[in-house]
């Protein structure tokens, strides 16, 4: 067996495994203290209860079917309104970045809504739409539109003027252009921008329901804390988190997968 | 100052004959004017080009026989890359004209620069797919890519990122990207100034082969001296945005790296490039 044989196989195959346990190694390590802490009384339940307790009643909420239908309401309300936020961003941010018409006519009135807050706008829109669906959509998609905007934008401006000459210089039409130089080239920005909103789309989804709404994981711990069930609280707490991580390992491996190219992503 | 040497005014469409070569040389290896060459003659009159108010080309008059090999130096800011520039069609001249022999075909004149420009997410067989222009979608578009990497010995790389590829070899796949399309007119502008003295030479010995090969007119802005008498057939000096100098170097090909002719021949041409500015060398 030849030396690049005996070195390549572990490197490709037993490397991957080991490096995926060890981010877990301390989230893991933080609930055994807390089991611990609850365990020898040193924390009251009244004021956080034991991971056990928080699991079992995780478990009867999911007898009861309530925790599946919380979690696929607040799950659905993320992705629609980031789908709908970020497809608009992100053809402002095309449209802005390629037309420079576009950009004068928009670019100030985007940077002035921009600035305020739009948690701010809560009680306009529940003043618009109640508590129904749209008032949350609305919300996510106000709050994911910025950072995918404002980093598409980015990425076109900076993709390398030489790279484009070259195009232009062999005959490449202004779709082709677009195509193969000017969208991969703003790609690792558009990213940047996705994970960005990804933690807004959270955070605004966990306000607004915990504000006004009648379903989904925030209305859940609302309706739990009137109830003092301080272990269904922290539930859905730690499924936000959850969560949180599960969105941000898909816009990680989305990078993965479309910037292969990119010498961070390529394997040493 | 070059009594040694004997020049043509560029405008001049001197033969063969008409010209005595002092640098005693063999007219055997003369390519100019080769009825061979696929290459593409390039007449240029009263060329300008200004920036605002500044008058970087001040009337460019040359003709560049089909498949002659010129080299154009010059001290930074002298205008050398603007004239390649104008050549390529990269930018429109203030005044004058630029007329190719024949009419040019899409494809005909390739430019290489400093940077190689190759797209990153874009594999090596991709990039030099590239250069083959509106064809590129063509089915043998990926033979011809082939081709073109062999040609610059780097067809073992197709599959490769650019990220991987060191300098010289990424300025390879350039090369590779400019000749796919078979061009008539290769520009380069300065395509070696990034590369350590070893790659240089090596990419030295690979322009000069393709260009045997291929037979296009060469047309290479460069700082190096050196580089220029040892590739050209031709050396053209701009000082002022006016062509201050026009040799024509008849020595056999390979040239002799270091060999007394080439050096003599370079050390005019620096002098000639110093000249007005000792002080400046002296501090």
Known sequence: MSLVETLARPRAWRLPRPDGLIQWIVPLLIILVWQAACMFGLVSARVLPAPTDVVVAGWKLLQSGDLAKNIWVSFWRASVGFAIGGAIGFAFGLANGLSSLSSKLSDTTLQMVRNVPHLALIPLVILWFGIDEQAKLFLVALGVFFPIYLNTLHGIRTVDPQLIEMGRIYGMSNLELFRRVIFPGALPSVFVGVRFALGIMWLTLIVAETIAASSGLGYMAMQAREFMLIDVVVLSILIYALLGKAADSASRLLERLTLSWHPAFQKS | ?283
């Open chain 2, 1 to 283: 100052m070059l009594e040694a040497l004997h020049y043509i005014l560029a405008d001049s469409r001197a033969t063969e004959d008409d010209r005595v070569d002092t640098v005693s040389a063999p007219t055997a290896a003369r390519r100019t004017g080769d009825a061979a060459t696929r290459g593409l003659s390039l007449t240029i009159r009263g060329l300008r080009k200004s920036f605002g108010d500044n008058d970087v080309l001040r009337g460019i008059d040359l003709h560049i026989p089909a498949g002659q090999f010129v080299t154009i130096v010059g001290k930074s800011g002298c205008g050398k890359s603007t004239l390649l520039r104008l050549i390529a069609g990269l930018d429109a001249p203030t005044g004058g004209s630029i007329a190719f022999g024949e009419q040019r075909q899409q494809g005909d004149v390739r430019v290489m620069f400093q940077e190689p420009r190759l797209l990153p997410w874009a594999r090596v067989l991709s990039n030099v797919e590239v250069g083959l222009g509106a064809t590129r979608n063509s089915p043998d578009a990926r033979n011809r890519a082939d081709a073109a990497l062999i040609e610059v010995g780097l067809d073992d790389k197709r599959s490769q990122w650019p990220a991987v590829l060191s300098g010289g070899q990424k300025q390879r796949v350039a090369l590779a990207r400019a000749l796919v399309s078979q061009p008539r007119v290769l520009a380069f502008d300065e395509p070696l100034g990034a590369l350590d003295a070893l790659t240089r030479i090596a990419m030295q010995r690979l322009l000069e082969q393709v260009w045997t090969d291929q037979g296009f007119t060469a047309i290479l802005v460069t700082h190096d001296v050196a580089e220029a008498v040892a590739l050209a057939d031709r050396v053209l000096v701009i000082e002022d945005g006016r062509i201050s100098n026009d040799i024509l170097v008849d020595l056999p090909r390979p040239r002799q790296r270091g060999s007394a002719q080439l050096a003599a021949l370079e050390g005019e041409i620096l002098r000639d490039l110093l000249k007005g500015s000792e002080g400046a060398f002296e501090l």
